[in-house]
C-alpha cells in the first residue's frame, strides 16, 4: 500500500476524490457553456451578387431569406439552385465558427472541440468561393 507523508490515507483519498470531482464539474460547466453558445450560432451569405442573401441556424436550417427583385426574372429552377447554393456555402460558415467557440470554452485541443468541430465540419463544409461565383450553370445573361 502507498505510503502517505501524513499517513493518513482517508484524508488523501477524499482530497483526491474532491478535487476529482471539481475538475469533472468544471469540464461539464464549459461543455454547457460550449452547447449554449453553439444553439446561439447564425450564418449569413449572399449570392448572385447580393440578390439571394440566406441565413442559417446553428443547426443548419434556414432561418431568413432574402431575394431582391432581380430575382423575379429569374426562371423557378434558377432561383432554386441559387437559394440551395447560397445555403450550402451560409452552412459552411458554421464548423469555423463553431471552432471558435469550443477554443474559447472547452479548449480548441480538447476531445469535446475536435468531436463537435470535426461534427460541423462532415455535416457542413465550406464552399470555396469560387464555386459559388461560379452559380448556376443555366445563367446566361439573365439577372446577373
Known sequence: M???PSGDFGA????FVAS???DISERAARAQELSERVAA???TAEG??????VTVASSGAMTDLRL?????????DEIAAEVLAVMRRAQGRLAPQVADAAA?????????ARAVVGSYERRFPEVPEEEDEQGYAGWGDRGR
Not at 488523501?12 to 482530497?15: D, P, S
Not at 448572385?48 to 442573401?53: I, K, R, Y
Open 48 to 53: 448572385a451578387d447580393g440578390a439571394v442573401q
Open 41 to 43: 450560432l447564425s450564418a
Open 104 to 112: 474559447e470554452t472547452v479548449g480548441a485541443d480538447s476531445e469535446t
Open 20 to 22: 476529482w470531482s471539481a
Open 68 to 76: 431582391d427583385d432581380r430575382v423575379s426574372r429569374w426562371r423557378a
Open 2 to 4: 502507498a505510503q502517505f
Open 12 to 15: 488523501a483519498t477524499e482530497r
